[in-house]
């Protein structure tokens, strides 16, 4: 999906953060700049940069460097961006026999999504079933595997009350299931969030007509079927 070239800067400019126990790694930014593009409401960048970074960047003492590095973040978050819009974003590893390296940047690339969604809850919370119960109940497992990954010391608040958790089973085996579990878990929200940016809003028959003429919806553009589109 993105090249060595598109992420080459990122290490270097996650150097210059205050607080290296805080900043993300290059699979957590990935994976956060993946939830970012994908949450239907556009969040600006004064508002995650800190997410990543997390205080604020050191000042640069080169500004031609601070400016190169900046725009190189901004570049990848643009590409992520794109390949949304094109419909060619897609969950990024391969898990059916992953390496150890793999394991761990999935590990770390879902705890950035999470922290993405995180930054919306009302979006993802307050927009009621998806239409089928058995829609939902998959949207809110999907979440609940994102929440764990990133979490994991949540699982058994998370997956108890649902019977998912055998005591017997370890820690080591819990990531192994929920990694498997993660690309369909994010294919789930993905689809959902874009079900949210179509979805019409209902308009109330008193309430403001939207075509700006002052009057009551349901005394002005009320035959339009009480939907904006």
């Known amino acids: 999906m993105l090249n060595s070239l598109d992420t ?11 607080r290296q126990d805080q900043v993300l790694n290059q699979a957590e930014l ?5 939830g970012l593009v994908i949450t239907p409401e556009s ?49 990024p590893y391969c898990l059916k026999k992953p390496s150890e ?3 761990s940047n999935a590990l770390d690339w879902g705890f950035g999504f999470n922290l993405a969604l995180e930054m919306r809850p009302e979006i993802w919370l307050g927009n009621g079933p998806v239409d089928k119960q058995d829609e939902d109940d998959n949207l809110f497992a999907s979440f609940s595997v994102v929440n764990a990954i990133a979490w994991p010391h949540e699982v058994d608040e998370l997956f108890a009350d649902e019977g998912c958790l ?8 819990l990531l192994a299931t929920l990694l498997l579990a993660l690309p ?44 904006l589109h």
């Open 8 to 18: 080459s800067p990122l290490d270097e400019l996650l150097a210059f953060a205050e």
């Open 30 to 34: 990935l994976g956060f700049f993946y």
């Open 43 to 91: 969040i600006p960048s004064s508002e995650w940069l800190p997410q990543v970074f997390g205080e604020k960047i050191n000042v640069f003492t080169d500004l031609e460097q601070g400016e190169r590095l900046l725009k190189g973040l901004l570049t990848v978050y643009d590409r992520f961006n794109h390949l949304h819009l094109q419909g060619h974003l897609h969950f």
């Open 101 to 103: 390296e793999t394991v």
């Open 166 to 173: 055998d005591q017997s089973t370890d820690e080591s085996e």
């Open 184 to 227: 369909n878990a994010v294919a789930v929200i993905q689809s959902y969030a874009a079900q949210l940016q179509t979805r019409p809003a209902t308009i109330g028959r008193n309430e403001p007509c939207p075509c700006g003429s002052g009057q009551k919806f349901n005394t002005c553009c009320s035959d339009d079927r009480t939907t």
